[in-house]
């Protein structure tokens, strides 16, 4: 079992409440638009990191994140791409490497929205977890945690925080 800590699109600024948050979680996985490498270090000292880069992100950020992460998660395969749409409207490159890979979980950023949608088609759920950073038009900033036990997920939680 790993309780796993998820955001994106921090734009180089996290809210107070993360470390607090993700204190009990194993590893915190971020879906881009990091913004700058002292967030990157920041999450590293809570928390074992993975991460990838987003269109935001410029050369110190890329050098350390790859374009998506392909991984397994206990028994459950898992991308993570930036720019990866949502399920009927995915990215021409999440298209690709869903029908490529066929995760089980497929987690990408970008929009600032919150969505967790179960996609029959491809047979996965995705996840965007919305917005963490100020930047962007959206109005509350989004932290989830969950757990993955075996191939399932479970307990999945969100931390909602007005913007100011």
Not at 36 to 50: G, H, M
Not at 114 to 120: G, Q, S, T, V
Request: glycine residues 8%.
């Amino acid at each position: 079992m790993k309780r796993i800590a998820l955001l994106s699109d921090t734009h180089g600024s996290l809210p107070a409440k993360t470390a607090d948050f993700f204190a009990s979680c194993d590893e915190i996985w971020h879906a881009g638009d990091i913004g700058n490498l002292e967030t990157v270090k920041t999450l590293e000292a809570i928390k074992p990191l993975r991460a990838v880069y987003g269109n935001i992100d410029g050369g110190e950020v890329r050098s350390f994140c790859p374009e998506y992460q392909l991984f397994d998660c206990e028994s459950l395969k898992v991308l993570i791409l930036h720019i990866g749409g949502h399920p009927d409207r995915y990215s021409p490159r999440a298209v690709n490497l869903i029908k490529m890979h066929r995760p089980a979980l497929f987690i990408s950023g970008h929009s600032h929205i919150l969505k967790i949608i179960y996609d029959n088609k491809s047979q996965l759920l995705h996840i965007n977890p919305g917005a963490a950073g100020k930047q962007g038009f959206h109005q509350v900033i989004t932290l989830l945690r969950f757990v993955i036990d075996g191939s399932s997920i479970q307990d999945l939680e969100i931390l909602e925080i007005k913007r100011h």
